[in-house]
């Protein structure tokens, strides 16, 4: 939970939490599993890593929000009391860092001697062994200094640039004479593993690179060494692409790709120790007077802590065997979906039946059309070498890319380029609005006419991410509900800024920009109706961040109105619960295991008919104003069934679960009875399916 001294006061008018102060919240709901003792010792060194990396997205995309709302305010753009509040979440933020960083690092000092007891040498501030020296030496002179490229500050600064999140050295000293130099050496984390790993006897030692460069300062310069204190800059990531019409957006955003890493900096991060006259010349050599300057432990992107292994698997989790969903033997998958649904739900169930589903469109004789959205697509894609194949052997493939998926851009225009040499249709979205849709449209054709098979999912099209990320994918034959899916393709075709209403007619699917709000809307007003009539009125969300406020404020009306409402919220979430008068009848619970939750699931009770969707849409002001989203529904009673009992294991999960109170705070669940860990008990239910 957090720190007694801490007191997170909702803000306006005590009716929303701040999404920033939310997102720090849940970050240290990851730290509380790096805490949890019962948990193997490399995955609590793995929850430290999950929390570094948040820590440094955090940096990147929300502290240069953060820093212009301070700029406007400066210039008189923004009134007292909103300035005020910012101020306010700025400070507070900064606060809930500093705390939790403590508790990182005493986490951390824990681990160590426990490694240690199982013959594990992470060497983490301790001077390096003479015992394997000889090997370490080695290592530097044949490996890592070829990548060296120290720079003395007095002479070369206008020369260098130190680039976002990479590692460095500040080496502080004299040189011929009494006057204070200052040399910068790069921790080439890019080109070598930020770990040596090596064996002596049953001892296994883990090195950081840096302590190598420190080890060896003497064969970089022949000055006199007095300190030496590692350093990195956080940069903004965001990228600036204005109105840019869609012939000239690949090749804007591979331009602002590249310029990404040479953004304006928003942290300077620096080891303890650093003398104030260099960071001054630091941050004045390299323009960086307005970054936020905050003191560290001596070693920075700790997200690496997952980047070394032992070979001890008792200090890893029991490994979960994927389950194998298979396809009846006597037939083709495809000709099984067309007669019957099929859900998969990663990463309990394995993913080979998704890839098989493409793989087997692509060589299909009846097939004559693939269409698919791209949002974060794996490094080397069995999916979209798939499409690749499907084109060569004369199927019209259509590929909605969406460039501007935060940090996999680059990913994305490497396939791109790949599908049109292989002569895909690739359709790139407007810069104002994203495609976040997770759909899938396969188009057959027979002497009877044609017909559709589809695949619709709450999470990316992505193997890889498939394998930690819950998620879940529908393989369906529904014509009608099929047939919509086929006219969105349609008009993201010839996509704007906005989607008109009006073309585009939906009865089954939910869809940003179309229906969407509305809709969700009036299924919450539903329940409201049947709990004034004294009915069952009930509504179960699954979200990954919860901050659109008018959805927020039915939510509110509906708890007023008696309808009991059941959230689960991994990350964000404004609403505040449990509020005599506002929120008395909606409860917030966060699950964080060994599994990301990523599946977004809504349930209305519709007295005792349940309703139930899936879907690729957060309730966040990005995702119902600025993206194409689709939420589809769950007709096969079967399907729905199984869905609903997962939802009831993650309801009375007391093991991973934590409510959110009105505080913001993380309070464990200590209701009575058996442990629950839901994903445990949805592995072992799927089992027994």
């Not at 997170?8 to 997102?23: C, E, G, K, L, T």
């Not at 999916?383 to 199927?395: D, Q, T």
Request: one cysteine or more; hydrophobic letters at 45%.
């Amino acid at each position: 939970m957090l720190p007694k001294e801490i007191t997170i006061a909702p803000v306006n008018h005590q009716r929303y939490f701040d999404r920033d102060i939310s997102w720090l919240s849940f970050n240290e709901r990851v730290l509380m599993e790096a805490e949890r003792e019962s948990l193997p010792l490399m995955e609590r060194m793995n929850f430290l890593s999950i929390y570094s990396s948040n820590l440094d997205e955090f940096y990147r995309v929300r502290m240069p929000v953060l820093n212009a709302l301070h700029k406007l305010h400066k210039k008189k753009f923004l009134d007292k009391d909103l300035a005020e509040k910012h101020a306010d979440v700025a400070a507070l933020s900064s606060d809930m860092i500093a705390q939790q960083l403590n508790r990182f690092g005493l986490v951390l000092q824990r681990l160590i001697p426990e490694l240690e007891a199982h013959d594990v040498y992470f060497l983490y501030g301790k001077n390096l062994p003479q015992e394997i020296m000889p090997q370490i030496t080695h290592y530097f002179f044949t490996q890592v200094l070829a990548f060296l490229k120290p720079v003395l500050i007095q002479i070369n600064s206008l020369h260098f640039f130190p680039e976002n999140n990479q590692l460095y050295l500040a080496v502080t000293g004299r040189h011929h004479g009494p006057e204070e130099a200052l040399l910068v050496v790069n921790i080439p984390t890019e080109e070598l593993p930020r770990f040596y790993e090596t064996a002596v006897g049953k001892k296994q030692y883990v090195v950081f690179l840096d302590d190598i460069i420190k080890a060896h300062l003497h064969i970089l310069t022949n000055m006199q060494v007095e300190g030496c204190y590692s350093f990195k800059v956080t940069r903004d990531a965001d990228l600036a692409l204005g109105d840019i019409y869609e012939q000239d957006l690949a090749a804007a955003i591979e331009a602002q790709v590249a310029k990404r890493d040479l953004g304006l900096a928003t942290r300077f991060l620096y080891e303890p120790g650093l003398p104030e006259g260099a960071i001054e010349r630091l941050l004045e050599k390299f323009g960086m007077e307005k970054a936020v300057v905050v003191e560290g432990g001596a070693y920075h992107n700790l997200r690496d802590l997952n980047l070394f292994s032992v070979k001890l698997p008792d200090l890893y989790y029991t490994k979960w065997p994927q389950i194998q969903k298979t396809a009846a033997t006597d037939g083709l998958l495809l000709e099984q979906v067309a007669k019957q649904d099929i859900m998969l739900h990663t990463p309990y169930h394995s993913y080979d039946m998704v890839l098989r589903f493409f793989n087997e469109a692509a060589i299909a004789a009846d097939v004559t059309h693939i269409y698919i959205t791209m949002y974060r697509v794996a490094s080397s894609s069995r999916i979209v070498n798939a499409l690749i194949s499907a084109a060569h052997n004369g199927k019209k493939v259509t590929v909605v890319v969406e460039l501007k998926a935060r940090f996999d851009e680059a990913n994305n225009l490497k396939w791109a380029k790949r599908l049109k040499e292989a002569g895909v249709q690739v359709l790139y979205t407007h810069t104002a609005l994203k495609v976040h849709a997770k759909i899938a449209l396969v188009k057959r054709k027979n002497a009877a006419g044609s017909t559709y098979l589809g695949l619709l999912a709450t999470g990316n099209l992505n193997e890889v991410t498939a394998r930690f990320y819950t998620d879940h994918v529908l393989l369906t034959g529904q014509q009608e509900l099929l047939k919509e899916v086929k006219k969105l393709f349609s008009l993201m075709k010839n996509m704007g800024e906005t989607m008109q209403q009006n073309k585009l007619k939906c009865r089954h699917l939910l869809v940003a920009q179309v229906n969407l709000h509305e809709r969700l809307l009036e299924l919450i007003d539903r329940e409201i109706v049947n709990a004034g009539q004294g009915l069952p009125a009930r509504v179960i969300i699954k979200l990954n961040n919860l901050e659109e406020r008018v959805l927020i404020e039915k939510l509110y009306e509906a708890s007023a109105a008696g309808v009991q409402i059941q959230l689960i919220i991994r990350g964000i979430c404004c609403l505040i619960p449990g509020v005599v008068g506002m929120s008395e009848h909606i409860s917030v619970r966060r699950i964080v295991d060994r599994y990301l939750e990523h599946g977004r699931v809504y349930i209305f009770h519709n007295n005792g008919m349940d309703d139930l969707f899936l879907g690729s849409a957060d309730w966040m002001n990005r995702n119902i104003y600025k993206r194409i989203e689709v939420c589809f529904p769950v007709y096969d009673k079967h399907l729905k069934t199984e869905l609903i009992e997962m939802i009831a294991l993650q309801l009375k999960d007391n093991t991973q679960a934590v409510m959110i109170n009105e505080s913001l705070e993380n309070v464990l669940v200590t209701q009575k009875g058996p442990k629950i860990q839901s994903q445990s008990a949805i592995y072992s239910m799927l089992q027994k399916a």
